[in-house]
């Protein structure tokens, strides 16, 4: 959960006497849902803990599982002292359903920590009621200051239940209450972190909010992990401090994500396994007292924690300290709940120089929260906090009706080719399965896509440009629908071919089994169309295709959602006559020859850098870049930690990965920002081009390329030549955008030869923001 900021109201009141009120105070009258905000300013959120939540017309439904909760935060509240004496809201439950509702008090508005206190609520019906607990139902509790409360514990899991109207009820007004069954509270500074709850609230997470009084203006928990990437733990190989991470292949799988956000889940292949992450030699002393986390893990489970400090702050040359679960007084039971050691713990170790902490001997598979070390004595939970991205517009749009016929593109009853007579098929590593004039297709990679063919050459679709692509289907909607425009020749032997496309999320305009696209949202040439994909899947849940068409109008009552932007996928610069090179990731080792070649080859280039290694000062990479900048060359984005990003799992993650990049370029560039974007891999969907233009509040370019010199696959081979023909063969298609990275020393031993090769075709060698004649680009 979020923590609000805590600031001290009519703290001055407190212990005087009660002030009269004349209304109620709202609390959530849910708004303000969208954003996570309250009415009362402050942080409101289910931290996804719920099945499914949602608002409509002022009331919030949610589904809960076992683990569910809900709560609200508000700047420390003297209730009573302002004449407010209940908590209210209206609530609709299964019939005889009961709930937990608990109360965040702290001793007084100044205080650092709180206190949790309980209250039970029963006797729920399958109706609309207005709950009213008085404040004193809660004992011991400061009513003079209130933080927070959190309902869990929902005892039925298969209703959906709605909650609306919160607020604080005013002293003045006549009100009738469920009764609690039981109340209690645990003051939150003596809570044992892995202890059970009592009974009335065993059901509830182990915390919600941080639970221990931290120094103030002093000091804040230092995040080691919070589980926000998977390629920064697996491919960057990165914590949260940017320091070295890994279990050096010794485990079955690491995976970030599961079971929910900011989780790790470790599966060991035997108890030989381990798992670091290094400090940084980090000075805990006399301001962190020891890691807190959160572990999931069956009965049984054991593992070693391993604890080590270095006089010399080197990792190769440390003491160390180990504990067993069994030491630590650990016990598993399945459920996810809040875990802590102290630095006392490990008495040989130096903790003004600590360097590693690892894990080992795990017996079966566990499940982190996020890592940190608390502050002071006292052990307390680190929460992540979220800023939400833009959601961007949500507006429906008019569905006019077309005036073409018709036209059947795929029914697919056979596995070669289409309705139209045009090819038809999947990319390698698609399960394709064809049965009963249907198709059912499942794809493990957000890479591969589906293709069906509108033509053999350019097809004239304008007459099109009022009807509706119609996708009838069964099963996920986790993919994108994309239609190509062919390149100016009509040639699928010119590079590049497809020339581009526009895509569209299917889940938008997906219902009831039917997908209906207006064709004008597809923002391409429509005289030149030459087919449709179907890719960018995030999910590998089957989806079954019995028709793919396009209809003048759509059935009565249909509703179609604004186009939004994506922006501009650039595959070939559009100035007539240009070549430019792209470049991506690099090895700092090579930049001086990279910069050299190209200094003497008198040409400007683009580096699409990623963004955490960039924040990394142990390797250079941000001088690195800053020299290339005042040479004159462009530097662009390339996400934070380089996944496949339409792969990626929500809309948040993409956000991550986009505005982190953002910070990391204008934090190290001196404010720089920048519209031109690379997607690792290649790998582009609906989702992430529509989250790119959210966030970066323009039209991005995603620059892809058409002339690929191959190094990933031929650099570290016994043939790394092939690198020269991939690219002769590119450029003699026709290609001038280039994707090449610095990573291996045969790749920039070919640069010269590249750009030679490049320059032999007569075109003017540039920038890529040269190349797409952007009029904010520097002057050729």
Not at 377 to 403: F, R
Not at 496 to 502: I, K, L, Q
Not at 517 to 546: Q, Y
């Amino acid at each position: 959960m979020r923590a609000s900021t805590l600031i001290c109201l009519a703290a001055g009141l407190v212990g005087g006497a009660t002030a009269a009120c004349s209304s109620a105070l709202k609390i959530d009258d849910f708004s303000r849902w969208s954003s996570n905000a309250n009415s009362l300013n402050a942080w409101t959120s289910d931290d996804s803990s719920m099945t499914s939540i949602s608002v409509t017309g002022g009331v919030l439904s949610f589904k809960p599982n076992a683990d569910s909760y809900f709560y609200e935060t508000f700047a420390c509240q003297a209730a009573s002292s302002n004449g407010y004496n209940s908590i209210q809201f209206t609530i609709t439950g299964a019939a005889s359903a009961s709930l937990t509702l608990e109360i965040q008090t702290k001793a007084s508005c100044s205080a650092a920590s709180f206190t949790s206190y309980y209250h039970t609520v029963s006797g729920l019906t399958a109706a609309s009621q207005t709950v009213t607990i008085p404040l004193s139902s809660f004992t011991g509790a400061n009513t003079n200051a209130v933080t927070a409360f959190v309902w869990w514990g929902f005892s039925n899991t298969n209703a959906t239940w709605k909650l609306s109207n919160i607020q604080f009820g005013c002293s003045g007004a006549a009100s009738t209450s469920i009764r609690p069954s039981s109340s209690s509270a645990i003051p939150s500074s003596t809570r044992p972190v892995s202890s059970s709850k009592p009974a009335s609230s065993s059901t509830r997470p182990s915390s919600t909010l941080a639970t221990s009084a931290i120094p103030s203006g002093t000091c804040a928990p230092l995040v080691i992990d919070d589980w926000a990437s998977q390629s920064r733990l697996t491919f960057l190989f990165y914590n949260s401090l940017l320091e070295p991470t890994s279990d050096d292949g010794t485990m079955t799988s690491l995976v970030v994500g599961t079971p929910s956000k900011n989780r790790l889940t470790i599966t060991p292949k035997n108890t030989d396994g381990y798992f670091y992450t290094q400090l940084g030699c980090t000075n805990a002393k006399n301001k962190y007292g020891g890691i807190s986390f959160r572990i999931k893990a069956p009965a049984g489970t054991t593992f070693s924690v391993q604890l080590e400090s270095s006089t010399s702050c080197n990792p190769e040359s440390s003491v160390n300290g180990v504990q067993t679960t069994a030491q630590l007084g650990w016990t598993f039971d399945g459920t996810e709940k809040v875990y802590s050691f102290p630095f006392t713990k490990f008495s040989a170790v130096d903790t003004a120089k600590l360097t590693t902490l690892f894990f080992s001997g795990f017996s079966k598979a566990v499940s982190f929260g996020p890592l940190a070390m608390y502050c002071g004595s006292t052990a307390s939970e680190y929460i992540v906090t979220t800023t939400s991205a833009p959601a961007g517009p949500s507006s429906t749009v008019a569905a006019p009706t077309g005036t073409a016929a018709a036209l059947v593109i795929d029914k697919f009853a056979n596995a070669n080719s289409n309705a139209l007579g045009f090819w038809h098929g999947g990319d390698e590593g698609m399960t394709l399965t064809y049965a009963s004039n249907k198709l059912t297709l499942k794809s493990p990679d957000a890479d591969y896509s589906f293709y069906t063919q509108v033509s053999a050459s350019c097809s004239d679709f304008t007459k099109y440009a009022g009807s509706y692509l119609h996708i009838a289907y069964s099963g996920s909607t986790a993919f994108t629908v994309a239609l190509q425009q062919h390149n100016s020749g009509c040639n699928d032997a010119v590079a590049p071919f497809p020339e581009t496309w526009d895509s569209a999320e299917a889940a938008r305009y997906a219902k009831n089994g039917h997908i209906y696209i207006p064709m004008n949202h597809f923002k391409i040439e429509l005289k030149r169309t030459i087919g449709i994909a179907i890719k960018g899947f995030f999910k590998a849940d089957p989806v079954t295709f019995s028709v793919i068409e396009i209809i003048p109008s759509v059935p009565a009552g249909t509703t179609i959602p604004n186009k939004l932007e994506t922006g501009d996928l650039a595959f070939a610069c559009k100035r007539p006559n240009s070549f430019a090179f792209a470049i991506d990731d690099g090895s700092p080792e090579y930049a001086q020859e990279v910069l050299k070649v190209i200094k003497e080859e008198g040409i400007k280039v683009t580096f699409f850098t990623v963004g955490a290694p960039l924040l990394d000062e142990s390797n250079n990479l941000t001088n690195v870049y800053r020299e290339m900048q005042s040479h004159g060359h462009q530097i662009a984005l390339h996400s934070f930690t380089h996944p496949k990003m339409e792969g990626l799992a929500d809309y948040d993650a993409i956000d991550w990965e986009i505005n982190e990049d953002v910070k990391a370029v204008k934090k190290q560039f001196n404010g720089m920002t920048s519209s031109y974007f690379r997607p690792p891999f290649g790998t582009e969907g609906a989702r992430m081009r529509e989250r790119l233009a959210i966030n970066l509040g323009k039209k991005p370019t995603i620059t892809m390329w058409s002339v690929d010199v191959e190094d990933w696959l031929w650099a570290q081979t016994d043939t790394p030549e092939q690198q020269l023909a991939a690219f002769k063969r590119d450029v003699a298609k026709g290609g001038n955008l280039v994707v090449l990275h610095y990573l291996y020393p045969s790749t920039v031993s070919y640069l010269r030869q590249f750009i030679q090769i490049a320059k032999a075709t007569g075109k003017q060698l540039m920038r890529v923001d040269q190349c797409m004649m952007d009029p904010n680009a520097p002057p050729l």
